[in-house]
């Protein structure tokens, strides 16, 4: 995902300067992921505040909504994303999103074409952990019924994501699409040695090849 210019909206509703914003927005992004600032609209006073401003109830209000918008805007899924979660599924596999989120993911997701394709999602938000933090992958291994050795896990390495999926016994994969160099990523992993791929397609190959639960 990229942050897009619908996130000056947020800073307008706000009524806040957008890049002191952003400054604070990307200072703050793992306490957020984790939930530690309380809802959406608590998140956002905190933001604000940050920046020296107090918004009333009805600009909160507002910057909640058009957040919520820029980053609907934001999210865009990979082309074969969902043919290639229909190919697991008719395989008998078991799917699991697990992701290092603010409060708009989870809201957002239901609405997605991947939503019907998913057996579970942990969210960091509601969870109160951030990858590599073991919690978060056991949490998803937990909601599919799956023990983390029989689990193949695939990222793009933010939040060393790739390592710790590793340390708990996950098979793991880069996914290394030329597309995700621009993408905003927090505490990469450039050092990852292990298997990459492509295109989210080429991991039927690898499952074909030793099949495993997928997390």
Not at 52 to 78: F, K, Y
Not at 83 to 110: I, M, Q
Not at 160 to 189: I, K, Y
């Amino acid at each position: 995902m990229r942050r897009g210019p619908g996130h000056t909206a947020v800073a307008e509703a706000l009524g806040c300067d957008p890049d002191a914003l952003v400054e604070v927005l990307d200072r703050s992004y793992y306490d957020r992921a984790r939930g530690g600032y309380g809802s959406a609209e608590e998140t956002l006073r905190w933001l604000a505040g940050q920046v020296g401003v107090r918004p009333s109830p009805s600009a909160l209000r507002a910057a909640v909504a058009a957040r919520l918008a820029a980053i609907r805007i934001d999210t865009t899924l990979r082309s074969d994303a969902v043919a290639t979660l229909r190919a697991l599924r008719r395989r008998g596999l078991r799917t699991a999103l697990v992701s290092d989120c603010t409060h708009e993911l989870p809201e957002l997701l239901p609405t997605l074409p991947v939503a019907g394709l998913l057996d579970a999602c942990a969210y960091s938000v509601h969870i109160g952990q951030c990858k590599p933090q073991h919690g978060i992958y056991l949490e998803a291994c937990a909601r599919v019924g799956v023990p983390p050795s029989d689990c193949l896990y695939v990222g793009d390495g933010g939040s060393h994501e790739l390592t710790g999926a590793v340390e708990l016994g996950m098979t793991a994969v880069r996914l290394t699409a030329p597309d995700l160099s621009h993408h905003l990523v927090f505490n990469a992993e450039p050092g990852w040695t292990g298997p990459t791929v492509t295109a989210l397609s080429e991991l039927i190959r690898l499952v074909d090849r030793a099949p495993v639960a997928v997390g």
